[in-house]
């Protein structure tokens, strides 16, 4: 079975490049499942479900962070993708926690960047970017060539030489490249590790402090004009 992490900021079109891929991937005999994390509303398993007809689960953070919640709820998730007989799992995460890194190693990772988002998004979005496998523009019938051309260049410097798919993913241009992409990625395997550092964010905040100003809080902490250090017990 082949784990499938999709993130990226709301709005860019995660939700249809995976309709896109996961019609093709049915049309050639295999079996996907899906599972939507979210914040606190989400429909797009319903959507997967009537018109796929395939299994799908959906799990609402609430106060986690959702990348958080997808660390905690992954392991799960591949164990009820097994024992659908899954070929793919398909993941499509909220994407509201831009520091974050949600991919798992031995999955494909796939973040989702419209290109009508502002020419210095690939520099603003850190490790959802530079630890992703591959990146699916979407909207490129919304922009000039030259401004493809210098998008494209931003997410080469920001990420290297990743994979870069163009897309207008409503009418499924450029879907097919990303599919291959998918079926030429490893199978998943034990134990699941997540890629990269999990952000460092271990303070009263975190467990729910209100008050405003570092001087009201212990842990991970930092001043206006100084770097984080680490105060109190």
């Not at 997808?70 to 024992?83: F, I, K, S």
């Not at 926690?97 to 190693?105: A, K």
């Not at 990420?159 to 097919?176: F, M, P, V, W």
Request: hydrophobic share 40%.
């Amino acid at each position: 079975m082949k784990v499938i992490v999709c993130a990226g900021p709301p709005t860019t079109g995660k939700t249809t490049v995976l309709k896109q891929i996961i019609k093709r991937i049915i049309h050639s005999g295999f079996r996907p499942v899906y599972l939507k994390v979210d914040v606190q509303y989400a429909v797009e398993d319903e959507i997967f479900k009537k018109e796929f007809g395939i299994p799908v689960k959906k799990v609402y953070s609430g106060e986690l962070c959702p990348d958080h919640c997808n660390v905690m709820v992954l392991g799960d998730a591949v164990d009820w993708a097994g024992r659908e007989k899954a070929d793919f799992l398909f993941v499509e995460t909220a994407g509201l926690c831009l520091r974050c890194s949600p991919y798992i190693v031995g999955s494909l990772g796939i973040v989702v960047l419209e290109a009508t988002s502002g020419m210095n998004l690939p520099r603003k979005i850190g490790p959802m970017l530079t630890l992703a496998d591959v990146v699916v523009v979407t909207k490129i019938d919304l922009i000039s060539q030259a401004e493809r051309e210098v998008f494209r260049a931003r997410i080469m410097s920001a990420a290297g030489d990743i994979a870069i798919c163009e897309t207008n993913a409503l009418y499924g241009i450029g879907i097919n490249a990303v599919v291959k992409k998918i079926h030429a990625s490893a199978a998943v395997s034990y134990p699941l590790t997540l890629r990269g550092n999990p952000p460092v964010g271990t303070c009263t905040v975190c467990v729910g402090k209100k008050e405003i100003g570092w001087q009201q809080h212990f842990g991970v902490v930092r001043p206006l004009e100084n770097e984080m250090f680490y105060r109190g017990e």
